[in-house]
C-alpha cells in the first residue's frame, strides 16, 4: 500500500501545499496533521480585518470547507505531531499514535515570544496568533473603554492598536527601543507611528514592562510597572514582541535548525524526504544566496507550493521576493524585497511623507542597491506591486532620476 504524503500544520502552507499536490496530479493518499481544531486557515487577518470585524470566519480558510473530502485528503485536527522518526518514515503524535510518511512536510510555524516575568500568568493578558487568539480579543476589544496596553513596536502591536482605537480603547504601546518598525528606516517608521498617534494612540519608547500587577481580584491584570519604575494602567495587555519557530520536530534528527528548520531552495531538510514550508523554516534563496525565515503571507502561500511540487519530484525552488501587507488607521500598505539587501540601501521616494495628510494621498518607497531596485514599498497607492515585483526580479540597473520620478509609471521602468 503507498504510504500518503504528511502535512504537519494547519496553517496557510499547510493548506497551500495540499491544495497543489492535487492540482499538481498527484493522487495518492495526503493527511494533514493539524494541532488546532481547525482546517487549515489564514492568520494575517487575525490581526486586521478579523480583529476589527469587518472579515468574517469563512474569509480564514486557505480552502473551502467541503475542499478536503471532494479532494480526498484526510485532516486530523486537535492532533500534534510530537517527533520525527526517519529511520522507519513515521510521525508519532502527542497522543502516541504513529503516522506512517513517504514524504512529510513540517509546517508547524511559529509561537508568540512569551514574556517571563511576574505577573505574566495574570487574566487579561493575551498574545496573538490563534483564531481562539483573534476572537476572543475582538470580544474584549469592541466594547470599549479598555486601557489596553501593547507591548512590541511591530507590524502586529501596530496592527492591534490601530484595531483597539477603533473600537474606542485607550491604547498605550511600549517600545525597549528608541525607534519603532525596525526593518524599516526611521523616517518610514514614523509615518506609521504619527498616523497612530494622530487616531489618539500613545507611545512609550525606550519603556518595557518588568511586572504585571494584579487589581484587586487578584485574577486580572490592573497595571504594568515599567523599567522606569512607573506604574500604568492596564486592563487588556496584548504582548506583540515577535515569534519562534516552532522546530520541535526537528529534534533528535539530522535537521539543521538555524532561526528555524533550516533548507535548500527546494525546502528540503537535512533528512531525505522531509521539507518544511512557511514560518517554520529557514530556507535558501537563490537570489540572495542566504537562509531567510520569513513569517510573512506570501512565503507561506508560495513555500506550500514549492514544496509540494518538490515533493513529487519536480524543479522547484523558492525564488519570489518576500511580500506582506498591513492595514492600520487609514494607512494601507504592500511591501516587497529582500530584507538583507534593502538594510543599507539607496532610498527613492515617490510622494511625500513629511506629515500624516501627504502621506495618506500615497506614495512608494524603492531601495537601490548596485543601480537595481531590491525592495519597493507602495503606500495608499494602488496597482503598484506588480511593477515593483517585476523590477526587483528584472535586476536590472534603473536610471534613479526617472524612478523617483512619480509622472514616469513604474510599470514603464518595468517593462510591462
Given at each position: 500500500m503507498e504510504q500518503p504524503i504528511l502535512i504537519a500544520g494547519g496553517g496557510?502552507?499547510?493548506?497551500?501545499?495540499?491544495?497543489?499536490?492535487?492540482?499538481?496530479?498527484?493522487?495518492g493518499p495526503i493527511r494533514v496533521v493539524a494541532a488546532e481544531h481547525r482546517t487549515p486557515y489564514l492568520r494575517p487577518?487575525?490581526?486586521?480585518?478579523?480583529?476589527?470585524?469587518?472579515?468574517?470566519?469563512?474569509?480564514?480558510?486557505?480552502n473551502p470547507p467541503g475542499w478536503y473530502a471532494e479532494h480526498d485528503v484526510?485532516?486530523?485536527?486537535?492532533?500534534?505531531?510530537?517527533?520525527?522518526?526517519?529511520?522507519?518514515h513515521m510521525l508519532r503524535l502527542e497522543s502516541d499514535a504513529l503516522l506512517p510518511y513517504s514524504k512529510l512536510l513540517i509546517a508547524t510555524g511559529a509561537q508568540p515570544r512569551v514574556l517571563d516575568l511576574p505577573g505574566a500568568h495574570l487574566e487579561g493578558i493575551h498574545s496573538l496568533r490563534?483564531?481562539?487568539?483573534?476572537?476572543?480579543?475582538?470580544?474584549?476589544?469592541?466594547?470599549?473603554?479598555?486601557?489596553?496596553?501593547?507591548?512590541?513596536?511591530?507590524w502586529i502591536g501596530f496592527e492591534v492598536a490601530a484595531a483597539a482605537r477603533e473600537y474606542g480603547n485607550d491604547v498605550t504601546v511600549l517600545g525597549r527601543r528608541t525607534t519603532v518598525l525596525r526593518q524599516l528606516e526611521p523616517a518610514l517608521a514614523e509615518v506609521f507611528r504619527r498616523n497612530l498617534e494622530a487616531e489618539g494612540t500613545r507611545f512609550r519608547l525606550g519603556a518595557h514592562p518588568v511586572e504585571f500587577v494584579a487589581g484587586l481580584s487578584e485574577e486580572g491584570v490592573a497595571g504594568i510597572v515599567l523599567n522606569t519604575g512607573e506604574r500604568i494602567a492596564?486592563?487588556?495587555?496584548?504582548?506583540?514582541?515577535?515569534?519562534e519557530p516552532d522546530t520541535a520536530l526537528a529534534e533528535g534528527t539530522r535537521m539543521a535548525v538555524r532561526n528555524g528548520i533550516v533548507t535548500d531552495a527546494s525546502l528540503r531538510t537535512g533528512v531525505a524526504n522531509v521539507f518544511a514550508a512557511g514560518d517554520v523554516a529557514s530556507s535558501l534563496q537563490p537570489f540572495t544566496g542566504e537562509h531567510v525565515r520569513s513569517e510573512h503571507w506570501s512565503n507561506a502561500l508560495?513555500?506550500?507550493?514549492?514544496?509540494?511540487?518538490?515533493?513529487?519530484?519536480?524543479?522547484?525552488?523558492?525564488?519570489?521576493?518576500?511580500?506582506?501587507?498591513?492595514?492600520?488607521?487609514?494607512?494601507?500598505?504592500?511591501y516587497s524585497g529582500y530584507w538583507q539587501l534593502v538594510r543599507g540601501a539607496q532610498l527613492v521616494l515617490r510622494g511625500s511623507?513629511?506629515?500624516?495628510?501627504?502621506?495618506?494621498?500615497?506614495?512608494?518607497?524603492?531601495?537601490?542597491?548596485?543601480g537595481a531596485v531590491v525592495g519597493g514599498m507602495n503606500v495608499n497607492t494602488s496597482r503598484q506591486q506588480k511593477?515593483?515585483?517585476?523590477?526587483?526580479?528584472?535586476?536590472?540597473?534603473?536610471?534613479?532620476?526617472?524612478?523617483g520620478d512619480p509622472a514616469v509609471p513604474l510599470a514603464e521602468l518595468a517593462g510591462i
Amino acid at each position: 500500500m503507498e504510504q500518503p504524503i504528511l502535512i504537519a500544520g494547519g496553517g496557510l502552507a499547510a493548506g497551500s501545499a495540499a491544495k497543489t499536490l492535487r492540482q499538481e496530479g498527484y493522487d495518492g493518499p495526503i493527511r494533514v496533521v493539524a494541532a488546532e481544531h481547525r482546517t487549515p486557515y489564514l492568520r494575517p487577518p487575525l490581526s486586521k480585518e478579523f480583529l476589527k470585524g469587518t472579515g468574517s470566519e469563512a474569509d480564514l480558510e486557505v480552502n473551502p470547507p467541503g475542499w478536503y473530502a471532494e479532494h480526498d485528503v484526510e485532516v486530523l485536527l486537535g492532533e500534534r505531531a510530537e517527533q520525527v522518526i526517519p529511520a522507519t518514515h513515521m510521525l508519532r503524535l502527542e497522543s502516541d499514535a504513529l503516522l506512517p510518511y513517504s514524504k512529510l512536510l513540517i509546517a508547524t510555524g511559529a509561537q508568540p515570544r512569551v514574556l517571563d516575568l511576574p505577573g505574566a500568568h495574570l487574566e487579561g493578558i493575551h498574545s496573538l496568533r490563534r483564531f481562539e487568539d483573534s476572537l476572543g480579543l475582538r470580544t474584549e476589544l469592541s466594547g470599549g473603554g479598555r486601557h489596553v496596553v501593547i507591548v512590541g513596536t511591530g507590524w502586529i502591536g501596530f496592527e492591534v492598536a490601530a484595531a483597539a482605537r477603533e473600537y474606542g480603547n485607550d491604547v498605550t504601546v511600549l517600545g525597549r527601543r528608541t525607534t519603532v518598525l525596525r526593518q524599516l528606516e526611521p523616517a518610514l517608521a514614523e509615518v506609521f507611528r504619527r498616523n497612530l498617534e494622530a487616531e489618539g494612540t500613545r507611545f512609550r519608547l525606550g519603556a518595557h514592562p518588568v511586572e504585571f500587577v494584579a487589581g484587586l481580584s487578584e485574577e486580572g491584570v490592573a497595571g504594568i510597572v515599567l523599567n522606569t519604575g512607573e506604574r500604568i494602567a492596564a486592563d487588556l495587555v496584548v504582548v506583540a514582541a515577535g515569534v519562534e519557530p516552532d522546530t520541535a520536530l526537528a529534534e533528535g534528527t539530522r535537521m539543521a535548525v538555524r532561526n528555524g528548520i533550516v533548507t535548500d531552495a527546494s525546502l528540503r531538510t537535512g533528512v531525505a524526504n522531509v521539507f518544511a514550508a512557511g514560518d517554520v523554516a529557514s530556507s535558501l534563496q537563490p537570489f540572495t544566496g542566504e537562509h531567510v525565515r520569513s513569517e510573512h503571507w506570501s512565503n507561506a502561500l508560495n513555500s506550500g507550493k514549492v514544496a509540494a511540487k518538490a515533493m513529487l519530484g519536480q524543479e522547484a525552488q523558492l525564488d519570489i521576493a518576500p511580500y506582506f501587507y498591513t492595514d492600520q488607521a487609514g494607512l494601507s500598505m504592500e511591501y516587497s524585497g529582500y530584507w538583507q539587501l534593502v538594510r543599507g540601501a539607496q532610498l527613492v521616494l515617490r510622494g511625500s511623507i513629511d506629515t500624516v495628510e501627504a502621506a495618506k494621498d500615497g506614495f512608494v518607497a524603492l531601495w537601490v542597491r548596485g543601480g537595481a531596485v531590491v525592495g519597493g514599498m507602495n503606500v495608499n497607492t494602488s496597482r503598484q506591486q506588480k511593477a515593483i515585483k517585476a523590477l526587483i526580479a528584472s535586476r536590472a540597473t534603473v536610471d534613479l532620476a526617472r524612478l523617483g520620478d512619480p509622472a514616469v509609471p513604474l510599470a514603464e521602468l518595468a517593462g510591462i
